[in-house]
T-cell receptor
Framework: KAGVTQTPRYLIKTRGQQVTLSCSPI?????VSWYQQTPGQGLQFLFE???????NKGNFPGRFSGRQFSNSRSEMNVSTLELGDSALYLC?????????????FGQGTRLTVV | AQTVTQSQPEMSVQEAETVTLSCTYD???????LFWYKQPPSRQMILVIR??????QNATENRFSVNFQKAAKSFSLKISDSQLGDAAMYFC???????????FGKGTKLSVKP
């Protein structure tokens, strides 16, 4: 069974640009969550999608957005990139997200903004 | 605010020895889940162990076990017979108020000495 796949693995962008990250969840999983990981702030929740609908959103500016497709694949977009957006972006999928469900994580996309 | 606190930024253990990683949390709920995730240098987060709060018995997964003290809101992870492959960042986590949202501690970096 294939795991959670995130593409690309590494990305370098310039301030002011926009970027799109992709996440393919485990087959059958309908929930996809996104997290930002930085040395200073640790792991912070961005948003969660379930059956193509954003169910929850963390405390991030509107420059961070996402969507989910009918096949459960998800994308997140960051517009007008800032240096502080440099981080590891992790995607996690789970079957139903009852609060005890295990979240399966991808290897992340390392975004560097220069 | 719902928080998860890991007070040990770094820990070290000798191969084959036992180490305990600490975690405390804040919650107003009576039933909830707690998790320990491992993040090796490959960056992929892996669930190590899960505990449901209403269960009195501490969870155990092979060499990994927890000491869950509900009244004290403490959830420590014990690794027995430590192996070189146990070297990683370990994160304590609990579900946030909404589904699909995990709140993580800052993590403990575990080194294993041969």
């Amino acid at each position: 069974k294939a795991g959670v796949t995130q593409t690309p693995r590494y990305l370098i962008k310039t301030r002011g640009q926009q970027v799109t990250l992709s996440c393919s969840p485990i087959s059958g999983h309908r929930s996809v969550s996104w997290y930002q990981q930085t040395p200073g702030q640790g792991l912070q929740f961005l948003f969660e999608y379930f059956s193509e609908t954003q169910r929850n959103k963390g405390n991030f500016p509107g420059r961070f957005s996402g969507r989910q497709f009918s096949n459960s694949r998800s994308e997140m977009n960051v517009s007008t990139l800032e240096l502080g957006d440099s981080a590891l972006y992790l995607c996690a999928s789970s079957f139903q997200t009852g609060k005890g469900d295990e979240a399966f994580f991808g290897q992340g996309t390392r975004l560097t903004v220069v | 605010a719902q928080t998860v606190t890991q007070s040990q930024p770094e820990m070290s253990v000798q191969e084959a020895e036992t180490v305990t990683l600490s975690c405390t949390y804040d919650t107003s709920e009576s039933d909830y889940y707690l998790f320990w995730y491992k993040q090796p240098p490959s960056r992929q987060m892996i669930l190590v162990i899960r505990q449901e709060a209403y269960k009195q018995q501490n969870a155990t997964e092979n060499r990994f076990s927890v000491n869950f003290q509900k009244a004290a809101k403490s959830f420590s992870l014990k690794i027995s017979d430590s192996q070189l492959g146990d070297a990683a960042m370990y994160f304590c986590a609990r579900p946030g108020g909404s589904q699909g949202n995990l709140i993580f501690g800052k993590g403990t970096k575990l080194s294993v000495k041969p």
